[in-house]
Every structure is written in structure tokens, then in C-alpha cells.
Antibody, heavy 120, light 110 residues
């Protein structure tokens, strides 16, 4: 069974750094992309970017390019989303997700979400 | 940037049929956009219904179906049930590894 298990909720102050994780199991982690999706409070889903762990090929939505960094460690089947300097506007639920196929599209499996709260 | 459009809200009667659509601010949606559909209830992670235009995700009842209707992707729900009342999101693949979500449709069953 494909599973994506995300790290727990975080409460941070503006300006702090943060790295959240998404551990895949039940499949060949290196062979499938992992995408990150943001959902701000009361708002819709936003595509942030996607990484292919096999070669770390990473693509970012223009809205998120330069704002976050997506990475992966295939040796431990884990993808990451990180910020170097958080803002209050980064407060959101973040989901990782995996496509049904070995490609950049057709998301099928989802993590449970990580709530990030940024407040002074 | 291209905008993916969805109806903000829709209502359906119990047992009825509803078709939600997913379009582009400029151009037509085709299977090359690999349209996918997700259902989300408050406080829950999204649940995949359909990917690659018309492939149902594991465990999704055949009341849910995906297609291309005219110049848009479509999600049709037949025999609507009370627990279909949710937010529905589509996503389109724009190429170069980038996808864009629609703004979502709030479906009411009444």
C-alpha cells in the first residue's frame, strides 16, 4: 500500500527557518515524483512544485520559485519542503502527494498534511 | 499565468446528477492536460477521485466519472448523496513539470 506520512505540526516565528518532511513507503520512492501543495486557511489548493527523487529534478510553480526549496533524500525515502525565512503569510496546511504514474502529473496519493503556523 | 476556472458553487438534489467543469482562461482543455479531480471535506486531506481525464482512483465508486466536454474537463456525479457535499478541485498539467489547480467548486446537496 502506498503511504505518504508527513511530519507533525509546527509553530514558528517570522524569520525562522523550517523544513518539513514526507516519507514514502509501499513503493519505489526513487521512481515516482513527490509534489507539494499549499492550502491557506479557508482557501483552495495551490500547486507549489514537484521533485523526482531519482535524480532530484525539481520544478517550481512561478508563484513559489525562490520562496521555498524542495528536496529529497532517496536513501531514506523522504521528500522535504523548506523555508529559510518564514513569513506570517506562510501559515497554511501543506500536503505532499504522489502521481499515479512515473511522471509529473496525475496525482493520486496524498499525505495527511502538515500544519505550519507562523506567528510572533 | 494561465488561470484554471471552476464554478464557485453548485447545488444538486439527492439522487440527482451534476456535472462540474474545469476550463482555461485561454484555450481548450484536452487529455494532454491530464485533468484530475479531488474531493475535500473540511479538516481532511484531499481525496483523489479521477486522474488522467477519466481514470477512477482505487475505491472510488462509479458514480463519479471524468471526461472532456467541449473545451473543458468535466466531473459527473450521478445519484448524488448527502456525503458528496464537499469542495471539488481540478488540476491541469501545463507542461514542464508544472500543474495548476482550479479555485474549487463547493457542492451542496439539497
Amino acid at each position: 500500500e502506498v503511504q505518504l506520512v508527513q511530519s507533525g505540526a509546527e509553530v514558528k516565528k517570522p524569520g525562522e527557518s523550517l523544513k518539513i518532511s514526507c516519507k514514502g513507503s509501499g513503493y519505489s520512492f526513487s521512481s515516482y515524483c513527490v509534489a507539494w501543495v499549499r492550502q491557506m486557511p479557508g482557501k483552495g489548493l495551490e500547486w507549489m512544485g514537484i521533485i523526482y527523487p531519482g535524480d532530484s529534478d525539481t520544478r517550481y510553480s512561478p508563484s513559489f520559485q525562490g520562496q521555498v526549496t524542495i528536496s529529497a533524500d532517496k536513501s531514506i525515502s523522504t521528500a522535504y519542503l523548506q523555508w529559510s525565512s518564514l513569513k506570517a503569510s506562510d501559515t497554511a496546511m501543506y500536503y505532499c502527494a504522489r502521481p499515479a504514474y512515473s511522471g509529473f502529473y496525475s496525482i493520486d496519493n496524498w499525505g495527511q498534511g502538515t500544519l505550519v503556523t507562523v506567528s510572533s | 499565468q494561465t488561470v484554471v476556472t471552476q464554478e464557485p458553487s453548485f447545488a444538486v438534489s439527492p439522487g440527482g446528477t451534476v456535472t462540474l467543469t474545469c476550463g482555461l482562461s485561454s484555450g481548450s482543455v484536452s487529455t494532454s492536460y491530464y485533468p484530475s479531480w479531488y474531493q475535500q471535506t473540511p479538516g481532511q486531506a484531499p481525496r483523489t477521485l479521477i486522474y488522467s481525464t477519466n481514470t477512477r482512483s482505487s475505491g472510488v465508486p462509479d458514480r463519479f466519472s471524468g471526461s472532456i466536454l467541449g473545451n473543458k474537463a468535466a466531473l459527473t456525479i450521478t445519484g448524488a448523496q448527502a456525503d458528496d457535499e464537499s469542495d471539488y478541485y481540478c488540476v491541469l498539467y501545463m507542461g514542464s513539470g508544472i500543474s495548476v489547480f482550479g479555485g474549487g467548486t463547493k457542492l451542496t446537496v439539497l
